[in-house]
């Protein structure tokens, strides 16, 4: 079945230290994007990619870090810089261009030690 | 990203229908969207409506949108316990890849 994962489900993150969230999609599509949930706020978004090997920041990029070497594959790692880290991660995508069309993932909830 | 704004909660008993309203500012907004969040998931796509259409039926939701007023409304008939989830209203422009979200409101369905 074709689907976005994300891995793990449950991340505790300790003091200084960096931390990457998993992203995989076989679904053939070019975008893919990160948010941001915390309760009673809507979705923020923190990085974007249209296409491999390049990526763009959103709203709230500060703190964190992307990078997109294969189409599948969206990582974002939490850097040490981000003082507020603990939320609800939703990564998601979409064949370009078509934003009614976009599948989110599962989400992983971060939380620090 | 543009503001959209939508009240946090909603109480509907079985069977009423639930109405879930939401507001946007971005006059040059082309998709609007409905989503579905059940705990600890990801957000599921319910429907959307493009901003040259004023209504959108699809079984029991029925989309409402009046562009002048900058107002979208979802109306859930015959509400059931598994409607019971946070929604999300959104928006985008035909020049943005971005999606805009509302903070959610939070759907109880009581017996």
């Known amino acids: 079945d074709g689907g976005i994962t994300q891995s793990p489900k449950y991340l505790f993150r300790k003091e200084g230290q960096n931390v990457t969230l998993s992203c995989e999609q076989n679904l053939n599509h070019d975008a893919m994007y990160w948010y941001r949930q915390d309760p009673g706020q809507g979705l923020r978004l923190i990085y974007y990619s249209q296409i491999v090997n390049d990526f763009q920041k959103g709203d709230i990029a500060e703190g964190y870090s992307v990078s997109r070497e294969k189409k599948e594959s969206f990582p974002l790692t939490v850097t040490s810089a981000q003082k507020n880290p603990t939320a609800f991660y939703l990564c998601a995508s979409t064949v370009g261009g078509r934003r009614e069309k976009l599948f989110f993932g599962s989400g992983t909830q971060l939380s620090v030690l | 990203g543009e503001d959209v704004e939508q009240s946090l909660f909603l109480s509907v008993r079985e069977g009423d229908s639930s109405v879930i309203n939401c507001t946007y500012t971005?006059?040059?907004?082309?998709?609007l969207y409905w989503y579905k969040q059940e705990p600890g998931a990801g957000l599921q796509l319910l429907t959307y409506?493009?901003?040259?259409?004023d209504m959108k039926q699809d079984q029991r939701l029925t989309v409402l949108l009046n562009k002048k007023d900058k107002h979208l409304s979802l109306r859930i008939a015959d509400t059931q316990t598994g409607d019971s989830a946070i929604y999300f209203c959104a928006e985008s422009s035909s020049n943005d890849y971005k999606l805009s979200f509302g903070a959610g409101t939070t759907v109880t369905v009581r017996a």
């Open positions: 409506i493009f901003s040259n259409m």
């Open positions: 971005d006059s040059s907004s082309t998709y």
